[in-house]
């Protein structure tokens, strides 16, 4: 059984944000979409989370990705992620962080079931790294180095593109990606959580490294479930490119749910009018049933946010 929304998108992928706390400071965050309350600390206990994907999974979906905030910032991420693994159809469980906490925790992580890691890192410079987030460029780059030796498959590098910060340093990227047999991925700015003075100052297309992509690799395929995006096969090194989701060819293909931090089914990342709050319901004593159906009319509200455009 795989839930279809109205416009015929299979439901595959949850996307659970664990917290919304997290140890950097980085500015373009879009904190998968979520607007804060002020001074909420409310989070999911271990329980349920894993009883919230457990229904997700029994409705079909096979892939899930944990995020935040930072998931790492959770003192009992190796619990949560134990109990997601065991869940009887699980296909996939992978996790984005920002990799400054990965390194001492990769291989104990990787033993409890998580399978890849998407490990945000938008450059190479120390200086820039420091101005962007807050924090120290050697901590996540042990964190990638742990990730590939733990056994991460594939471990993935995040760089999102911003307007005279980085836009200089893809190939510098590449070639870090070669070195250390990860896989690149190169991500647009979107405008969410951000203001419009940030967006404008530092969004820049992807066009220009998709027709360099195109012109060095081998071959280029296409990957149907993840909103038609393009891996570019290069030598030695793959890299993906990420349009954001005004790009309406990605929404027309998105497969996604996710999990707010404080327990609501989130039908788009661009939307918070549509909430499904699930973790109430699942407090108050709600049966699975119950919980199955919540998954389902949140599956209806899915709708491409830029099928009009």
Do not use: W
């Not at 001492?104 to 190479?124: D, F, H, M, Q």
């Amino acid at each position: 059984m795989v839930l279809i929304d109205s416009y015929g998108r299979p439901l595959l992928n949850l996307r659970v944000a664990l917290t919304k706390r997290c140890n950097l400071r980085c500015q373009y965050c879009h904190r998968e979409g979520e607007i804060f309350a002020e001074n909420s600390t409310a989070e999911m206990s271990v329980e349920e989370i894993v009883r919230i994907v457990r229904i997700a999974v029994e409705l079909g979906i096979s892939k899930v990705k944990l995020t935040g905030g930072e998931p790492l910032m959770r003192k009992d991420i190796v619990e949560i992620v134990k109990g997601i693994s065991a869940i009887n159809g699980l296909k996939d469980l992978s996790m984005t962080t920002n990799g400054t906490l990965l390194a001492p925790l990769a291989e104990e992580l990787c033993a409890s079931g998580l399978k890849r890691v998407n490990i945000n890192l938008p450059t190479l410079d120390e200086e820039v790294y420091r101005k962007l987030t807050g924090n120290r460029l050697d901590d996540v780059l042990e964190g990638v180095k742990a990730a590939v030796s733990a056994g991460f498959y594939p471990v993935k590098l995040n760089m999102l593109i911003l307007k005279n910060v980085n836009e200089d340093a893809v190939p510098a990227m590449i070639n870090f990606a070669r070195e250390t047999g990860t896989i690149l991925q190169l991500i647009e700015l979107e405008p969410i959580n951000i203001s419009e003075t940030y967006y404008s100052n530092h969004y820049k297309s992807l066009d220009e490294y998709e027709k360099s992509l195109q012109q060095k690799a081998l071959k280029v395929e296409t990957r149907k479930f993840m909103q038609n995006r393009p891996i570019y096969h290069l030598p030695d090194v793959t890299v993906e490119v990420v349009h954001p989701t005004e790009n309406t060819e990605f929404c027309m293909h998105c497969t996604r749910l996710r999990v707010t931090s404080d327990g609501k089914l989130k039908p788009c990342l661009m939307r918070n009018d549509n909430l499904v709050d699930v973790l109430t319901p699942l407090r108050n004593g709600a049966k699975d049933q119950e919980l199955k159906e919540l998954f389902i009319m949140a599956n209806q509200k899915r709708q491409p946010y830029n099928k009009n455009k």
